[in-house]
């Protein structure tokens, strides 16, 4: 297995203080032996993987999920837990010269469709993943952002279906979001999560279902054969008639060879307090249980936790070593003072990072495999996995099974991304795009 990064990056430091490992117990799936088969095969034991093997078992389908890590390790088990409308990045302009308005208009559903999804997996499923905020608020972090917040109020509406709520600066206050913001908007969809338990319920829903999940059990080559697909695993083999990749960010290379470069895996920062006390929320005047995220393009995203730890995230990375993960430490808790300076003293002890991945299209992806057939892979979150991941996984169990999906599957999502340039250096060509981002971000 060939993935872009150094081993660091997918090795136990990123993810040591990760505050979610605190709240779930790891669970102990078997390990995958001998000569083993299944209908279908699952790559991949997050968000994605889960939400098909769940959907799958349930649909009486013989299916088997390969995790290469512990359960929950990757980016479902480490993310900030928003569930959320996003999953690309293409802007709207862009959106309708590839898609039409009409396609616009079909992806913007879609992204409160995934929303729905996991809501509706919670409810049936009676998870309990420590679930708050009314949808989620967007501050401007500049006058002008303000501005633009404004003149796009009205077409989320359109969009979404929902009526925004506009809070000019002077009453963020009253709305428990004080700081140096200019304004901000919150569109009534969506809600933040405890990553982990929900995860987690997924694979409990799942193994109950039928579905046999194994950790650790990393695929080191995906092999075609006359009826199907070869796992080739440390210990034993799979054979699946169709397989699913749902490894997002921490694909491989070669596992299968189409997938190369077809993938931009960043880094992604958290912090998350001690719990703060009612007079350390009255200094800093944050006492809303929003999630919320500033209007950089090098964002930052927070909120208040039930038992009042504080989580701050941000983007920034691109190479995941140990001198730029220090660095980025740095970074991440000035600028968490700099935006909280009452809490400056307030001890910070969780701190990780993890992979978001991105697609050359800045669209995310769910389906079958050009030139491969059986073959099906689900990718291209763009930071935004909780919601889209689990929707992709929906789809995917559909469409593995020749079944016109059951949800909503806009063209945007059906195009195969194409390859980055650059090869295993691709990342090298973010470097100058992450430094005028950081400047125009001012």
């Known amino acids: 297995m060939r993935r872009i990064g150094r081993a660091y990056a997918y090795g136990p430091d990123p993810v040591a203080r ?29 968000f994605t993987g889960l939400s098909a093997a769940l959907h799958l078992a349930e649909a009486g389908v013989d299916v088997a999920l390969c995790e290469a890590e512990a359960p929950f390790w ?80 009205a077409r989320a509406a359109e969009d979404y279906g929902v009526a925004p709520r506009l809070t000019p600066a002077a009453d963020l206050a ?14 009534p969809v969506g809600f933040a999560l405890n990553p982990r338990k929900y995860a987690a319920g997924l694979a409990r829903a799942a193994e109950a279902a039928g579905a046999r999940l194994y950790a650790p059990a990393p695929v080191e080559a995906l092999v075609p054969e006359r009826d199907g697909w070869r796992l080739d695993l440390p210990a034993g083999r ?54 919320a995220y500033d209007t950089r393009g090098l964002l930052h995203y927070f909120r208040l936790m039930p038992d009042n730890r ?37 001890e910070t002890p969780w701190l990780w990072s993890g992979l978001v991945c991105l697609t050359r299209p800045l669209t995310p992806f769910a389906g079958a495999v050009p030139g491969a057939p059986g073959l099906f892979a689900g ?42 340039p650059f090869g295993r250096f ?5 470097v100058p795009a992450y430094a005028a981002q950081a400047l125009a971000d001012r």
Request: glycine residues 12%.
């Open 18 to 46: 990760c505050w979610w490992a605190e709240t779930v117990e790891t669970p102990g799936w078997p390990r995958a032996e001998g000569e083993m088969t299944a209908d279908v095969a699952v790559i991949g034991g997050g």
């Open 74 to 153: 990757g980016a479902s088990g480490r993310n900030g837990g928003f569930c959320c409308l996003g999953g690309a990045k293409a802007d709207d302009a862009t959106l309708a010269r590839r898609f039409g308005e009409a396609g616009r208009r079909d992806w913007r559903r879609t992204e409160r469709a995934a929303v729905e999804t996991v809501a509706g997996l919670i409810d049936r499923l009676g998870l309990e993943v420590d679930r708050h905020s009314e949808g989620e608020t967007l501050l401007a972090h500049r006058p002008r952002d303000w501005a633009a917040l404004q003149h796009d109020a």
């Open 174 to 187: 009253a709305e428990g979001m004080a700081g140096p913001f200019h304004g901000a908007l919150t569109l």
């Open 238 to 291: 799979l054979r699946a008639r169709r397989v699913i990749l749902a490894t997002n960010g921490y694909s491989a290379e070669d596992v299968p060879r189409w997938m190369r470069a077809r993938t931009m895996p960043v880094a992604s920062n958290v912090l998350v307090t001690r719990p703060l006390t009612g007079d350390e929320l009255q200094a800093a005047g944050w006492t809303s249980g929003q999630m």
């Open 310 to 346: 504080f989580l701050f995230g941000m983007r920034g990375g691109l190479f995941e070593t140990p001198r730029e993960r220090a660095a980025l430490a740095r970074k991440i808790r000035q600028d968490f003072e700099a935006m909280f300076p009452a809490w400056a003293q307030v």
């Open 379 to 420: 990718f291209g979150y763009h930071g935004n996995g909780v919601a889209m991941g689990t929707h992709a996984g929906r789809l995917l169990a559909d469409l593995v099974r020749d079944r016109a999906p059951g949800a909503a599957y806009p063209e945007a999502m059906r195009r195969p991304p194409g390859r980055f």
């Open 426 to 430: 691709r990342r090298a060509a973010l």
